[in-house]
Structures are given as C-alpha cells and as structure tokens.
T-cell receptor, first 116, second 112 residues
Framework: DAGVIQSPRHEVTEMGQEVTLRCKPI?????LFWYRQTMMRGLELLIY????????DSGMPEDRFSAKMPNASFSTLKIQPSEPRDSAVYFC??????????????FGPGTRLLVL | GENVEQHPSTLSVQEGDSAVIKCTYS??????FPWYKQELGKRPQLIID?????GEKKDQRIAVTLNKTAKHFSLHITETQPEDSAVYFC???????????FGGGTRVLVKP
C-alpha cells in the first residue's frame, strides 16, 4: 500500500488566490481527517469524514475553508481567498474503522503552504 | 471538549539515558491514547498506543503507562539514541467520538 497520498507537497501562492489541497486515503479506510500544523497552534483537527460524509467541521477556522470528499479515494481542502495566516503544513490522515485495532491514524506527507 | 496538556515542551538527554514525557487529559471517558513521533520535515508516525483497559504497554525501548484515576499517561524511552531526536506528540480520543486531540508536543534532543 502506498499510504496516504497528498498533493501538492509544496504550494506558494499570493494572498487572495484560491488554494486546493488534495488527499488520497489508504484504500479501504473509512475515516479521513484534515489537520493543520503551525508552531503557534500545534496540530489542529480541521474536519473529518466517515464514509465520505463530513462528520465534524468544528475545527474549520472560517468560511474561507471548505472540504469535500466526493468518493472514498479522494478529498480536497480548499481555501478561498487565501491569507498569509493560512501558511502552515496541512496533513491528511486516514483510519480503517472503529474496532479496537482500527483506530490508528496514518498521516500523509503533508502539504507545505506559504501564502505571500 | 477534550483538552490534552503535554510536558515538558523540550527535553535534552545524554545518549543512553532515559526520557520521560507526560500528558494529562480532561475527558474521563477517553479510551485511546496514541503517541506519535515526528522527525523534522516529516509526517507524524505512530510509535505506540494504549487503550483505557490497559495500564502499561511496552515495545522494545519504549513504554507507555496510563493512570485513569489521575487522567494522565506517560511515554518512557530507555537507552536513548541520537535517532530518537524528534518531536513527540501524545493524543487522546474521547469515547463519544472519533477525534484525536493532540498535546502541544515535546522536542527531544539526544546528545551523543
């Protein structure tokens, strides 16, 4: 298995531009999580999906952020318009299910976003 | 919601010594406690986890202990090596949901 795949790995954009981050979870995993990591705020959960349905988006910072999961193998996190304070590393993670040995979250390599 | 506090924020140890990182959590119903290691520029990777029905778990040089009464859990690394240098995160999952709440991280430096 290739693990969780994220693209792009690096993104540099200018303030006001739209940014789209992409994630392919591990095949067969039912849960997908989007996190943001910064020095100031650490690792924050933005939103998670179960079977492609958004379950909890309470961590999404504001309306400029949106996430979709159109099918079991693909999710996007969009920022429109982007602002310099959105600069961070964005991680996607997936998890198999809810059984005792299915709780491990596997992280993707992350997307380093810099908004100028 | 769940709140996880992690201490210390930085830890410097001599190679061969032990390192201990402590976390406290607020939700007494939390039932799953993983530890992740993140090397510079890399993704967080699970190194060990423990569930609320177990008090201690070991895997070679690392061990985790859980005290449900006090609502704290700890990571112990013995015989530290330079490759143990990284940031370590604890996390807790509440029984009611599927979210992990992460601690603030501990930067561990193992000096040769």
């Amino acid at each position: 298995d290739a693990g969780v795949i994220q693209s792009p790995r690096h993104e540099v954009t200018e303030m006001g531009q739209e940014v789209t981050l992409r994630c392919k979870p591990i095949s067969g995993h039912d849960y997908l999580f989007w996190y943001r990591q910064t020095m100031m705020r650490g690792l924050e959960l933005l939103i998670y999906f179960n079977n492609n349905v958004p379950i909890d988006d309470s961590g999404m910072p504001e309306d400029r952020f949106s996430a979709k999961m159109p099918n079991a193998s693909f999710s996007t996190l969009k920022i429109q318009p982007s602002e310099p304070r959105d600069s961070a590393v964005y991680f996607c993670a997936s998890r198999a299910g809810t059984g005792d040995h299915q709780e491990t979250q596997y992280f993707g390599p992350g997307t380093r976003l810099l908004v100028l | 919601g769940e709140n996880v506090e992690q201490h210390p924020s930085t830890l410097s140890v001599q190679e061969g010594d032990s390192a201990v990182i402590k976390c406290t959590y607020s939700d007494s119903a939390s039932n799953y406690f993983p530890w992740y290691k993140q090397e510079l520029g890399k993704r967080p990777q699970l190194i060990i986890d423990i569930r609320s029905n177990v008090g201690e778990k070991k895997d070679q040089r690392i061990a985790v202990t859980l005290n449900k009464t006090a609502k704290h859990f700890s990571l112990h690394i013995t015989e530290t090596q330079p490759e143990d240098s990284a940031v370590y995160f604890c996390a807790a999952k509440g029984a009611a949901g599927n979210k992990l709440t992460f601690g603030g991280g501990t930067r561990v430096l193992v000096k040769p």
